[in-house]
């Protein structure tokens, strides 16, 4: 039982770490989004005046 225990722990710590990085590897991206999109935003608005 002990050993069932375990085994499922150490799945669940396994599968949260690999969430963990893929969130971290997610917001990484969304940050790059972000930041394209004001850069253009401001070329857009001084290709304006």
């Known amino acids: 039982m002990f050993i069932a225990v375990t085994i499922c722990g150490m799945m669940i710590l396994s599968a949260l770490k690999k969430q963990r990085h893929f969130m971290q590897s997610t917001l990484t991206?969304?940050?790059?989004?972000?930041?394209a999109f004001k850069s253009a935003l401001t070329?857009?608005?001084n290709g304006e005046h």
Do not use: T, W, Y
């Open 29 to 35: 991206e969304l940050k790059l989004d972000i930041a």
């Open 43 to 45: 070329l857009k608005q």
